[in-house]
């Protein structure tokens, strides 16, 4: 009987890796590429350079020698004692992606894309970013390369973000602000796709997160995959066992898919997304797009999408600029389907007070981003055992965010 | 017979290039678009293309941007788009081709959408963000309504692709004249001729070429190497400029630069 079972789950789990995505890039029906003709070519040939990359052991050598030496990986499992204490539950595990150079998980994927924009010989990068972490992570990967960048943001996150934006000109970046629509990362994402439409000859669009065309949900993804490979290796010798629950959050799904992945086939290890709540769950207050939203077409792929009846994408709200999107990736779509990963959400108060006290309690000051995740952690240790485990993936230094918070809470810096 | 066929049909054997016109619907009004698009038919202009306005578009530049937040801003639906159309129908028969996103298209669903457009009298769709791997659907579905779904070739297009392109295409081809966005460019590019000449041999389907064409210099240009001439940005323009002022004026004003635009496409020598 128990053979029977393991044989099932290694169909299952074979299935998984050589299905999804299909070859046209579906996730089930998400993902795909919508994307306007000129587009196509461009895509073609990234995909192609980057699946040879991927079976190349030069490129892996090169992309982890960076990622070790220049990033700082591995990043460390941290025991949350003090936090675990006060909550009473199981045990708490912080993924320490905040002390990767640059202060984001972002920096994984921006060095493994500068990489092979290089190896496609294009002398130019282009990004979109929201909370400017991949605007930074980018503009750090170009310069180390000495390649000239780009970054479109929107007004809007120009002013919640102005230190991003500051570091992105000290790196030697050009950050154009875009000013249609809500000023928010979906319009930068738009100025920097069309960005592209006219230059792809020689520019390599960096899309931030496992969100737009085929192949970019893919390959954004298996640049992500080492938090979760990291975690997998850490926990086992930290506890000699996998944990009961990963907890993440989840903008366009980058960071949660990334330490989600390794763990995918281990069908006892819960997946939790947590999503921005914002003020609360009429459309235009939050972007809690798994939570709350519909399938649709946004940005190249299908997924799910906060959009009105007509399809016009709606007003999203996030005191987190990095979650601030009515999108998201069409492989959480995908996992929510399944019923693989469950997507859950917390309100800007929550997550305020989870950077709070985070900090106090153990010394570090988590992106809002990530605040987000430890929030939801906060209500749900209480009412597990103590003899789980739970690992957060702390995706980012809350450094950023200190004018925001401080603003929110009434002080003036 | 589609009034976009029976078109170029009566264009060909004449053997002249079709022009036409770019406007986004409900900007500034969906009175005025319908004011428009019968005063580009009294003015010459052969077929209309009518931009569905979307939050979010990536295929379009920076002034049908503008022009979509400008229709949305008063809260226009697909619904009402479909009904402007059908009031156009009352008064004329001027062949009209709508440019709708996938996001939208997606959203109200194929088989609904070509229904209910076919019923409103509109004669087929561009679908700027939908390549050609992902449109089986619609153009399976327009086929049956004989509605027709024409599809984009862009410089980039690879041979493999233009093959597959002409192959599916529906009514004409639309080719992406400069690579890049809609906007305006002022040069159109010089391998444009050897490109249309080498897909004019792949297909007996008509070739229209937009994106760029902005000035009556241009459009004629274009004329002479292709079977359509679409302008859009610069009309989109010339009604933003008029936009203050009364819509009898702006219509006038706008129908006469598309005239001078029909004049020039058509006057090949
Ligand atoms: C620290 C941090 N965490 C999370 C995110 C959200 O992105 P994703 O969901 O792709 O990880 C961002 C985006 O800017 C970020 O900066």
Redesign the pocket.
Known sequence: MKTMTNNNINQSEAFYAQNVPDKSGHFGEYGGKFVPETLMPALEQLEKEYLKAKEDPIFNKELKYYLNEYVGRPSPLYFARRLTEKLNGPKIYLKREDLNHTG???INNTMGQVLLAIRMGKKRIIAE???G??GVATATAAAMFGLECDVYMGEEDIRRQSLNVFKMKLLGANVIPVKTGSKTLKDATNEALRDWMSSVVNTHYII???VGPHPYPVMVRDFQIVIGQEVREQIQSAEGRLPDYIIA????????IGIFYPFIEDKDVKLIGVEAGGWGYDVGQHAATLSCGEKGVLHGSLSYVLQDDDGQTSQVHSIS???DYPGVGPEHSYLKDIHRADYVSVTDDEAVEAFSMCARLEGIIP?L??SHAIAYTVKFAPTLDKDKVIVINL??SGDKDSFEVARKLGIDL | MNRIDAKFKELKEKGVPAFIPFITAGDPSLDTTRELILEFDRRGADMIELGVPYSDPIADGPVIQSSYYRALSSGIKLADILELVRDVRKKSEIPIVSMVSQSILFKYGCKEFVKNAVNAGLDGATIPDLPIEEAEEIIEAGKMKDFKVACFIAPTTTDDRVDLIVRKSQGFLYYISVVGITGSKNELAEELTNNIRKIKKATSLPVALGFGISTPEQARTAGKIADGVIVGSAIVREIEKHSNQESSILVNKVGEFVEELVNSTKNQN
């Open positions: 984001a998980h972002k970013t929201g909370a972490q991949h931030g997160s496992v959050c989840v903008g366009g799904g980058s960071n949660a600029a990095g979650l992106a981003e990530a995706s980012g």
